[in-house]
């Protein structure tokens, strides 16, 4: 299935919105921080962007990891040309 391209921002806030959700991240009243994707070449997946360095996510690592798969999944940022 092909990629759906969006912008940055639009990516950071689809991450940050699933990670407000964590239950066990609301439940903490924790503020995770969301950094913006950076973009690279497409991998062995096709997925051209990452994120690293995520503002206190220590405990909630797991569940981030598997919302930003899902999104590397199923997203594109723009290509570089």
Known sequence: ???TITSPE????SVQ???????VVKEDR???G????????????GCNWNMNYF???????DKIAGIVARHRAEFNLPDRK
């Open 1 to 3: 299935m092909p990629r």
């Open 10 to 13: 639009e990516l950071q806030a």
């Open 17 to 23: 919105a699933q990670v407000n959700e964590i239950e």
């Open 30 to 32: 924790a503020k995770v």
């Open 34 to 45: 969301v950094p913006l994707p950076y973009w690279h070449e497409p991998d062995k997946t």
């Open 55 to 61: 503002r206190d996510a220590r405990g909630y690592e």
